[in-house]
Structure formats: structure tokens, C-alpha cells
T-cell receptor
Framework: ETGVTQTPRHLVMGMTNKKSLKCEQHLGHNAMYWYKQSAKKPLELMFVYSLEERVENNSVPSRFSPECPNSSHLFLHLHTLQPEDSALYLC????????????FGNGTRLTVT | AQTVTQSQPEMSVQEAETVTLSCTYDTSESDYYLFWYKQPPSRQMILVIRQEAYKQQNATENRFSVNFQKAAKSFSLKISDSQLGDAAMYFCAYRSPNSGGSNYKLTFGKGTLLTVNP
């Protein structure tokens, strides 16, 4: 079992749909992250949670709504997305916010039609 | 703000040969961490190697080693005895140990796509 599991692996949604991405970490880490990976661009940090508290919101549009019910689970709720939101969404976790390396999941490939 | 630059969008290497991937970064801090991540077609970002800026000795992890030049702000990755399984996108990343602000962020370069030819 991988340390960080993301579901679904692929998602196609219309602009008026509501969907959620799920991330679960089995590493006992205290911090979790959402990153967006678009073609030919560096990874963009979206949200950071530490011990279930949001500590970073990187000017992400409100159509993306994170939820962290406990230190092992992280969700990204999606609604009224735009085609430019199509990307690979990566979840990661780390032991702490400062020096520990991040452990990533396999990502969800999102296509907005 | 910290920036990370990978000047080689693509590189190729023959199996069993050695290849070096370049990375430079810009920072005003003296203490930080540098990482190389690998992203194969499976899409999972995998940590390859890590370097603490206060350590002068270059990090080594089996066939992977780095050439860390702090004054030049350079952090290149050398892959020795390249294998087909090394084919992937490689990302250089920077992280500050200072808490607060946006220092939670792991700043990534745009990546280098490595092809390994049999």
C-alpha cells in the first residue's frame, strides 16, 4: 500500500458539475498539501494543512474548496470549474511543515469539459 | 522570493552511461534544503535525494549524487550507470526551514524530461 493514496485517478467533469478529490496518507504525517501540475509550468501550491488547520491558501479561486477532517484525510471539493482548471492535482504529506520532505500520491488527472 | 531554474527541458542518455541534470536557484537565505524529485509515467513524485545547505558534503544515494555549489547557487544531479527505469521527469526543489510566511512552500523548477536509450 502506497503511503499517499489519491482517488479517483482520472476525472472528467462538466463546468456545472460538483465533484471531490480524495487523498489519504498512511504515514502518520502531520501536514498535507494540494498541488496543481499543469503542462510546462512549475508545480503550484494550492493549500496546506497542519494538524487539520489550514495554514496556507495560495490565492486559489473559491471554486476550489479544501477540507481536512483529520490528519490522515484531505479533500478538494470542485464546483463550477473552468476548462483551464484541467490539470494533474497532486496530494502530498510531510511529517512537519519545515524540513521534512514531501511524499506524494499518484495524482488525479482532471479534465473539465 | 525563491526561484528554481532548470535550464534543460529535455535530456537523453544511453543506458549504463552517466548524465547530469542542472538546477540553479535564487535565495537570500543561508540555510535551506534542496531536493530532487523524480516523476515517472505513473505520475507519483518520488524523492530521489536531499541536501541540507549547511552541509558541505555532497549527498549521495546509490547511483544518484549531487554537486552542490552554494556560492554559485547550483545543485546538479548526477545519475551514474543509467537504467531504463530512470526515465522520468526530474524536478529540482527548494525549501526554507524558516517558519512563517510562505515558507511551507516547496518551490519547484519546471522539470527536465530524461530519456534513457537502450
Amino acid at each position: 500500500e502506497t503511503g499517499v493514496t489519491q482517488t479517483p485517478r482520472h476525472l472528467v467533469m462538466g463546468m456545472t458539475n460538483k465533484k471531490s478529490l480524495k487523498c489519504e496518507q498512511h504515514l502518520g504525517h502531520n501536514a498535507m498539501y494540494w498541488y496543481k501540475q499543469s503542462a510546462k509550468k512549475p508545480l503550484e501550491l494550492m493549500f496546506v494543512y497542519s494538524l487539520e488547520e489550514r495554514v496556507e491558501n495560495n490565492s486559489v479561486p473559491s471554486r476550489f474548496s479544501p477540507e481536512c477532517p483529520n490528519s490522515s484525510h484531505l479533500f478538494l471539493h470542485l464546483h463550477t470549474l473552468q476548462p483551464e482548471d484541467s490539470a494533474l492535482y497532486l496530494c502530498a504529506s510531510s511529517q512537519d511543515l519545515v524540513i521534512s520532505p514531501l511524499h506524494f500520491g499518484n495524482g488525479t488527472r482532471l479534465t473539465v469539459t | 522570493a525563491q526561484t528554481v531554474t532548470q535550464s534543460q527541458p529535455e535530456m537523453s542518455v544511453q543506458e549504463a552511461e552517466t548524465v547530469t541534470l542542472s538546477c540553479t536557484y535564487d535565495t537570500s537565505e543561508s540555510d535551506y534544503y534542496l531536493f530532487w524529485y523524480k516523476q515517472p509515467p505513473s505520475r507519483q513524485m518520488i524523492l530521489v535525494i536531499r541536501q541540507e545547505a549547511y552541509k558541505q558534503q555532497n549527498a549521495t544515494e546509490n547511483r544518484f549524487s549531487v554537486n552542490f555549489q552554494k556560492a554559485a547557487k547550483s545543485f546538479s544531479l548526477k545519475i551514474s550507470d543509467s537504467q531504463l527505469g530512470d526515465a522520468a521527469m526530474y524536478f529540482c526543489a527548494y525549501r526554507s526551514p524558516n517558519s512563517g510566511g510562505s515558507n511551507y512552500k516547496l518551490t519547484f523548477g519546471k522539470g527536465t524530461l530524461l530519456t534513457v536509450n537502450p
